[in-house]
């Protein structure tokens, strides 16, 4: 099992910046996949953006390609989505993942273990 934490969210004006942090431990890290995901309300949970099972490439979402990056520091057993020209419609809950099998990266039914998620709040 994989314990995660997440940190960083909070209120962010339209057009700004926030970087999310989520803290890993109880597993090897390079054992397991990593994924973001959000839900604003009265909303399904939604992918955002998560790393291949290899490690090596990222995968993100339509809505947040070429805004979002996902990235990791092995050394400190963390996965970070840095969050670039927010908008309103980002607001939501946003939760990391990690799954310990080659599954679909997209789907949130592949990922086994979830932290408790940080709120992002756009302001117009």
């Known amino acids: 099992q994989v314990q995660l934490v997440e940190s960083g969210g909070g209120l962010v004006q339209a057009g700004g910046s926030l970087r999310l942090s989520c803290a890993a431990s109880?597993?090897?890290?390079?054992?397991?996949?990593m994924g973001w995901f959000r839900q604003a309300p009265g909303k399904e949970r939604e992918f955002v953006a998560a790393?291949?099972?290899?490690?090596?490439?990222?995968y993100y979402a339509d809505s947040v390609k070429g805004r979002f990056t996902i990235s990791r520091d092995n050394g400190k057993n963390t996965v970070y989505l840095q969050m670039n020209s927010v908008k309103p419609e980002d607001t939501a809950v946003y939760y990391c993942?990690?799954?310990?099998?080659?599954?679909?990266?997209?789907?949130?039914?592949?990922?086994?273990?979830w932290g408790q998620g940080t709120q992002v709040t756009v302001s117009s």
């Open positions: 993942a990690a799954r310990f099998y080659s599954r679909s990266y997209n789907d949130a039914s592949s990922y086994e273990s």
């Open positions: 109880g597993r090897t890290f390079s054992s397991y996949a």
């Open positions: 790393f291949s099972w290899s490690g090596f490439r990222t």
